[in-house]
C-alpha cells in the first residue's frame, strides 16, 4: 500500500510535466555541474521542504532548476533524445516519490544525479538500446567560431564516434566516464554519485578510456585520444 506522501509526491509531477519536455534539444551539450553558491542551496533547501509539504508550484521549480542537468545525464548514458526524455520524466517521478527520505544534510544534486544514473542503467538494461542518432543530428547546426564547416563537420564526427564507442563500456563504466570526463566532476563527486571508492572509479574511467582510445584507432587508424582531447572533443 502506497503511504499518503507518496501520493501526494506523484500528484505533484502534474504540474512539471511540461517543463520536462522542453529539454531533450539541449541535452548533449547541458552539463550537470550546478554553481557552488550558498544563496542557491537555500533556494534548493527551501525548495525541497515546501515540496515535502505538497507545494506542487515548488516542486515545479525544483524540476525546472535540475531538468538539463538529469536530461543531459540521460541522454549521455543511452545516446538518444526520447529516451532521454522518457528518463528524465520517470527520475523526477521517483525524487518525487522519494523525497520525504532524502537526507538534507547531503547534497541534493548528488541524491538527485544517483537516480539519475541508476534509471539510466535500468532502462538500458531493460530496453538494450544502442546508439542509433544519426551523424546528421550532430552536422545540422555548426557552432559559431572561427573554424570552417568542414572543421566543425570532422569534430563532431569524432564526438559522434566516441558516443558510439561508449556503447561498448559496461554500465558503470560508462557512468563513470561520463560523470567524470563528460560533465566534469571530480572524482569524489563521482564517487559520491555512484556510491563506490574513489580508487574504483578512477579504475573504470581509466578502462573507459583505453577502450575508448582503442575503438576510435580502429575507426580512425590513429590514436589521438587522451584526455584532455576527450574533454575538448565532447564537452564543448
Do not use: C
Not at 176 to 189: P, R
Not at 203 to 219: D, G, I, N, T
Request: proline residues 2%; glycine residues 2%; without cysteine.
Amino acid at each position: 500500500m502506497r503511504s499518503r506522501s507518496s501520493e501526494n509526491s506523484r500528484k505533484r509531477m502534474d504540474a512539471p510535466h511540461e517543463s520536462v519536455e522542453d529539454t531533450s534539444e539541449s541535452a548533449a551539450s547541458t552539463s550537470s555541474r550546478e554553481p557552488a553558491s550558498e544563496d542557491a542551496d537555500k533556494e534548493t533547501a527551501s525548495l525541497i521542504e515546501k515540496s515535502r509539504r505538497g507545494n506542487k508550484a515548488a516542486f515545479a521549480k525544483l524540476v525546472n532548476k535540475y531538468k538539463s542537468q538529469v536530461a543531459g545525464i540521460a541522454y549521455r548514458m543511452v545516446n538518444d533524445y526520447d529516451d532521454a526524455k522518457d528518463i528524465t520524466q520517470l527520475v523526477f517521478v521517483k525524487t518525487a516519490e522519494n523525497l520525504s527520505s532524502y537526507d538534507s544534510s547531503k547534497k541534493f544534486s548528488t541524491w538527485l544525479y544517483r537516480i539519475t544514473v541508476n534509471a539510466s542503467i535500468d532502462y538500458i538494461r531493460k530496453h538494450k538500446r544502442h546508439a542509433h542518432e544519426l551523424l546528421d543530428n550532430y552536422a545540422d547546426s555548426l557552432e559559431n567560431s572561427d573554424a570552417s564547416p568542414a572543421e566543425v563537420y570532422h569534430r563532431k564526427y569524432i564526438r559522434y564516434l566516441v558516443m558510439k564507442a561508449a556503447e561498448r563500456l559496461t554500465a558503470k563504466q560508462k557512468a563513470a566516464f561520463i560523470l567524470k570526463d563528460m560533465e566534469g566532476h571530480e572524482v569524489s563527486e563521482v564517487a559520491e554519485i555512484l556510491n563506490m571508492p574513489e580508487a574504483t572509479v578512477r579504475w573504470y574511467v581509466h578502462r573507459a578510456r583505453l577502450k575508448l582510445r582503442r575503438e576510435l584507432r580502429s575507426s580512425l587508424g590513429v590514436d589521438l585520444l587522451g584526455p584532455q582531447i576527450i574533454n575538448s572533443l565532447i564537452r564543448n
